[in-house]
């Protein structure tokens, strides 16, 4: 049976991208960017239905035969600070990680004004070199940890709402 419904934060504003799971599996949705779900249940009675979302607690919700489930999450007592996304939404505290961990003063990012936004990250991070082809409207090639991959190409994918740019 198929339950749908919305994630909502305290003041009611959808959030988009959050993640829902059947409680027990791996495999579950996004929410759109009204904070809309649909999810296919196979015992509507028994599931529980898990939501997260980065910054708010995770909450579990019995469906209990029901159709529409909407959710409204609260926000989590620890800073978004703390933690870093390591893979799709998953959450790790950075003094865990057994890796260098940078981030980027958002900021700095406002106070930088360019007409090629990707130009604005060049000197944020070590190891991130931005290469122009001159002009503010040329075009910017990224390059991680300089130029040592097996094919020659260093590139990061980077994927919007599920579409590769």
């Given at each position: 049976?198929?339950?749908?419904?919305?994630?909502?934060?305290?003041?009611?504003?959808?959030l988009?991208?959050?993640?829902?799971?059947?409680?027990?599996?791996?495999?579950?949705?996004?929410?759109?960017?009204?904070?809309?779900?649909?999810?296919?249940?196979?015992?509507?009675?028994?599931?529980?239905l898990?939501?997260?979302?980065?910054?708010?607690e995770?909450?579990?919700?019995?469906?209990?035969?029901r159709?529409?489930?909407?959710?409204?999450?609260?926000?989590?007592?620890?800073?978004?600070?703390?933690?870093?996304?390591?893979?799709?939404?998953?959450?790790?505290?950075?003094?865990?990680?057994?890796?260098?961990?940078?981030?980027?003063?958002?900021?700095?990012?406002?106070?930088?004004r360019?007409?090629?936004?990707?130009?604005?990250?060049?000197?944020?991070?070590?190891?991130?070199?931005?290469?122009?082809?001159?002009?503010?409207?040329a075009?910017?090639?990224?390059?991680?940890r300089?130029?040592?991959?097996?094919?020659?190409?260093?590139?990061?994918?980077?994927?919007?709402?599920?579409?590769?740019?």
């Amino acid at each position: 049976m198929s339950v749908r419904g919305k994630v909502t934060d305290q003041t009611r504003i959808g959030l988009p991208e959050a993640s829902i799971l059947i409680k027990g599996t791996t495999l579950g949705p996004l929410t759109c960017q009204e904070g809309n779900y649909q999810i296919n249940v196979p015992d509507v009675e028994k599931a529980v239905l898990v939501v997260g979302f980065i910054g708010f607690e995770q909450t579990e919700v019995a469906v209990n035969g029901r159709s529409t489930v909407d959710v409204q999450l609260a926000q989590s007592a620890i800073g978004l600070d703390e933690r870093v996304v390591i893979v799709l939404g998953i959450t790790r505290k950075s003094k865990s990680l057994g890796y260098a961990v940078q981030s980027i003063d958002v900021n700095s990012m406002t106070e930088i004004r360019d007409a090629n936004h990707t130009n604005m990250l060049a000197g944020t991070a070590a190891g991130v070199n931005m290469i122009s082809a001159g002009g503010s409207t040329a075009s910017t090639r990224e390059e991680f940890r300089g130029n040592n991959s097996l094919t020659g190409n260093n590139q990061p994918l980077y994927v919007v709402e599920g579409m590769i740019i």
